[in-house]
């Protein structure tokens, strides 16, 4: 009786101030929503796995603002090597040595064979499609399912030692056109050039031969700078960490989200190239006029049964892995090379032991028989960690690692960057030197990350990084013209996407031999 004379004594007085009521009701619903948010919150966390706690609402998102793998490979010296954050209300456990890498993702690689699905790439809503649905996921950022089974068994088969052994001609072509490039529009050494469209060229006409068995052979190409342009988009909306909206629900809800209609607009540019890709294989395929390629050879392929969503996954696995990996693999190298003679110069002694100045292209055969330019790939990858993060997983079951349970369902990161700069594999993790790799042939290199999900495309990367690399330091002596920070942390240009990319710059790049190279770039006899 009492409770219920309280009430309607309430209701009386909300009747009778009503505006009084309504405004307090404003005042306090925010501080009750962050309450009860700072309780789910804190239900969330992953029990006995310690980490830094963060603020309301948004968790460690602010503490990782800048640069999310250096912050992370900091916090490991106090947490240790495994512990927890939160990105939003999401718990994410964070991986950052390689001793822990082995034991956590080489002891449970099928209890870590998911990926986790996030809002702004895997849910985001327009006309009933998301981002990834109508271009397809690619194998990578794809959860487990038997379609991806099918998909990674596709990749597999077309990225084996044999396949890559296939693809050699394709690798001479695309990294012969790279060095003309360099060569002309460089005027053989005379006009500085920024290298990175070059690079794009080689990375985006490899892919495309591969998969649709196109070339991209010019950058004059209107394709290439759109392709480019969307790719580099793309991948952003990939990065675990660019992408407020995907941890802080609140903000899915502003009705002018720029981030939301931006992703929409670049999944509708995806559509069109990749359409009339399809749709020119195709052709080709039905007038029997195509040249092999993966995606003819799968379709093909009665036994794979794979559908066409499933057929793209595949060809966009190729796109992005050339477009993220490679080129940003190699556009670090350069700046790096401007500022370091003294690597170019051992590099190119250890090459003479092969070829001479003579012959500047080397040998597209050539399966990696230099083994100091195999270790200045090697080192290459391990300093440069292009993807700092690699692709976050999720279990799929329950995962024990040490006294603790990490739950089903949970998102895990590989710092693969800390993991290649661990003091306990390396007494000077911090300095550039590919003899290291010489030293200790067999030790771990985290770049293409590690377990079932590791990349598929290792060995092909491997393959184009050494003829390219090859053939760069035996025909040209690169000179610095702009003074590019070249250091991994400090040098990176946006420290919130998926990939880590050196800032703009500018190099010359001198023949060795002008008169050798001049006859290895034009065979015919024409004017190069």
């Not at 034991?103 to 996030?118: H, I, K, V, Y």
């Amino acid at each position: 009786m009492a409770i219920a004379t309280a009430i309607f004594a309430l209701k009386q007085r909300v009747l009778e101030h009503a505006l009084q009521s309504a405004i307090i009701s404003l005042l306090l619903a925010p501080l009750i929503y962050v309450i009860a948010n700072e309780f789910i919150r804190s239900k969330a966390r992953i029990a006995k796995l310690d980490g830094p706690r963060g603020l309301p609402l948004i968790g460690n998102l602010w503490d990782i603002r800048v640069n999310a793998a250096e912050q992370y490979r900091r916090w490991a010296k106090k947490f240790g090597a495994v512990y927890q954050i939160q990105l939003g209300n999401v718990p994410v456990v964070v991986v950052n040595s390689s001793a822990a890498a082995k034991a956590l993702f080489g002891q449970n690689a099928q209890a870590l064979s998911s990926r986790p699905e996030f809002y702004t790439f895997h849910k985001l809503r327009n006309n009933n499609q998301i981002l990834s649905d109508t271009a397809g996921t690619t194998i990578g950022t794809s959860p487990y399912s038997d379609s991806l089974k099918r998909r990674r068994k596709g990749a597999a088969s077309a990225l084996n030692r044999p396949s890559v052994a296939t693809y050699v001609p394709h690798l001479d072509v695309e990294s012969r056109d790279f060095i003309k490039e360099l060569y002309e529009y460089g005027k053989a050494g005379e006009t500085p050039v920024d290298p990175m469209p070059m690079i794009q060229r080689l990375s985006l006409s490899l892919a495309l031969t591969l998969n649709w068995g196109v070339r991209m052979s010019s950058q004059k190409d209107g394709l290439f700078k759109e392709i480019t342009h969307v790719e580099e988009e793309i991948s952003r909306f990939r990065s675990t960490t660019g992408n407020l909206q995907d941890y802080i629900p609140l903000l899915r809800l502003n009705p002018i989200n720029m981030q939301s209609a931006k992703a929409r607009e670049v999944r509708n540019r995806r559509d069109a190239y990749l359409t009339a890709l399809n749709k020119g294989l195709d052709e080709r395929m039905a007038n029997g006029t195509h040249k092999p390629c993966i995606q003819a050879n799968v379709i093909m392929d009665k036994e794979a049964k794979l559908n066409q969503a499933e057929l793209t996954s595949i060809s966009l696995t190729m796109l992005s892995g050339g477009l993220d990996t490679i080129t940003t693999q190699v556009a670090w190298f350069v700046a790096m090379l401007a500022q370091r003679p003294d690597i170019q110069e051992r590099a190119a002694s250890a090459i003479r032991e092969f070829y001479s100045e003579k012959q500047p292209m080397c040998d597209a055969e050539d399966d990696q028989e230099c083994k100091y330019i195999v270790a200045l790939v090697r080192e290459s990858l391990r300093y440069y960690t292009v993807l700092r993060l690699a692709l976050p997983r999720a279990s799929v079951r329950d995962v024990p690692y040490g006294q603790m349970i990490i739950p089903k369902g949970s998102v895990i990161f590989l710092n693969a960057w800390a993991c290649n700069m661990d003091a306990e594999v390396w007494s000077d993790p911090e300095v550039f030197r590919p003899e290291r790799w010489l030293e200790q042939p067999d030790a771990p290199l985290f770049t293409y990350g590690i377990g079932y999900r590791m990349c598929a495309g290792s060995l092909l990367a491997n393959r184009e990084l050494y003829i390219v690399y090859m053939r760069l330091l035996n025909s040209f002596k690169i000179e610095k013209y702009d003074d590019v920070d070249h250091h991994p942390i400090s040098g990176n240009a946006d420290p919130t996407s998926l990939v880590a990319m050196p800032r703009p710059y500018r190099a010359r790049f001198v023949p060795r031999n002008i008169n050798a190279l001049r006859d290895a770039l034009n065979p015919t006899g024409e004017k190069v």
